[in-house]
């Protein structure tokens, strides 16, 4: 979220404004040079980096949700998904809120040289990481099948005999080994020029990975998780010049770009219009648990998740607006959260599934590919469908922890009993 005046470029060879948590939508600025020539931008120009922008968030919303389907469960501990209770909900904006203004500080005391070098290199790893995770699925139907694959795993545990707890238990094979080097060139590429491509690829890593992995556990966590940041973006963005600062200040792939003079100077357009990644993953996963109800209501239709969807790009779209409108950056999740949020509302008030929908717990759904092999197949060319072509396969990042078959009957039973609760519970 950082609250630029749009219409100024930067230099060439300045790093554009980077943005913290919930970023807003921009269009770049260095309003530090007066000196610097106001560029115009094209209404082509202008319409391709707004579209592009609007695009490239589409997309980690879309395939994160359907890996959030089919990835619920993984072997590997750093790829386990993440739930967010409605405490960790009401507590995010305010440990948001600190971080933001700690960064602040520290951009005032010590030089940003430093700092950003050491966010460079933390990004950098985690940048590696994320994007041969995205990768790996995409990528094992590239290779031939006669590729030698062999397999690779990375234990660390604690104890031993009986009482030995597994830490880190980490499947790799030679595929996955592939994706990271194709990803450290990438991670190089970005450290060395610092290019908008590099970042974008980053940032959309970070972004889908942050979507498929971080897993709200109701309804109402996810209205009150929207709500706070709804509150926290227009606060830091409209009341306080924090953002300003840490925005000017900090260099990460922490947001998508896209050059509005790329018609006119190609690759090495400077002139940026951004989207940070907040406004992507924070509806995202609002999203993806609207489409895991949709899958626990065996219809074989995606109605919420298609509504939600569509709203989301209705609230950017109106983002876009106002800042062109207007000339000034906006709080993008000032218009996202009540479409987000409003748009499924009146869908699930019109099918009478309110309440339905809100007493849905998205830990206790039984997903697909587990324990559930007599589902109904889905609908074809629907979201689920394709999130069964992306289940894990043998050579997939996301793979199964080895238990024994006993502890799978004790799951089954387990799950089928609360499913008998519920019902019982609909039921009075």
């Known amino acids: 979220m950082a609250d630029v005046d749009p219409g100024l470029p930067l230099p060439s060879g300045t790093q554009d404004p980077a943005s913290v948590g919930n970023d807003t939508l921009s269009n770049g600025t260095d309003a530090a040079n007066a000196t610097v020539a106001k560029f115009v ?67 005032k005391i010590f030089s940003e040289e430093y700092i950003n070098l050491l966010l460079s290199m933390y990004f950098f790893i985690l940048g590696i990481l994320a994007l041969s995770h995205t990768m790996s699925p995409f990528m094992n139907g590239l290779f031939p099948a006669n590729f030698p694959n062999k397999q690779y795993q990375l234990l660390f545990t604690q104890g031993s005999g009986e009482g030995r707890e597994e830490i880190v238990n980490y499947e790799f094979d030679t595929k996955d080994l592939v994706c990271l080097c194709i990803s450290s060139v990438v991670g190089v590429w970005y450290i060395l020029k610092k290019h908008w491509i590099a970042n974008n690829l980053f940032g959309l890593a970070f972004a889908l990975n942050g979507v498929e992995l971080l897993h709200l556990n109701n309804v109402s966590t996810g209205c009150i998780l929207l709500s706070g940041l709804f509150v926290y973006d227009v606060f830091w963005v409209f009341g306080t010049n924090v953002m300003v600062t840490v925005a000017k200040s900090f260099e990460a792939p922490i947001k998508l770009v896209f050059p509005q003079d790329l018609l006119e100077k190609g690759l090495e357009a400077s002139n940026f219009a951004m989207l940070g990644l907040g406004d992507i993953v924070i509806p995202g996963i609002f999203i993806a648990l ?16 298609y509504t939600s969807f569509l709203a989301y790009v209705f609230g950017l779209g109106l983002t876009i607006f106002v800042m062109h409108t207007f000339k000034h950056a906006q709080p993008a999740l000032l218009y996202l959260v009540p479409a987000c949020i409003g748009f499924p509302v009146v869908v699930a008030l019109v099918k009478g599934e309110l309440m339905e929908m809100f007493s849905y717990e998205s830990s ?65």
């Open 41 to 107: 931008s094209t209404p082509e120009g202008t319409a391709l980096a707004y579209g592009s922008l609007v695009f490239m968030a589409l997309l980690p919303i879309f395939f994160g949700a359907l890996r959030s389907v089919s990835c619920a469960k993984s072997k590997n501990s750093s790829d386990m998904p993440e739930t967010i209770t409605s405490r960790d909900a009401a507590r995010f904006p305010l440990i948001a809120s600190c971080t933001l203004f700690g960064l602040y500080l520290f951009f």
């Open 364 to 428: 206790a759904e039984v997903l697909p590919h587990t324990l559930q092999p007599s589902r109904s197949p889905p609908a074809p060319s629907s979201p689920a469908s394709l999130a069964n072509s992306l289940q894990p396969s043998p050579s997939s990042p996301c793979r199964r922890r080895h238990a024994p078959a006993s502890t799978y009957e004790e799951s089954a039973t387990k799950v089928e009993s609360q499913k008998e609760e519920v019902e019982e519970k609909k039921e009075k």
């Open 290 to 305: 609207l489409l895991r109800f949709d899958v626990s209501l065996k219809k074989n239709t995606r109605t919420y998740f």
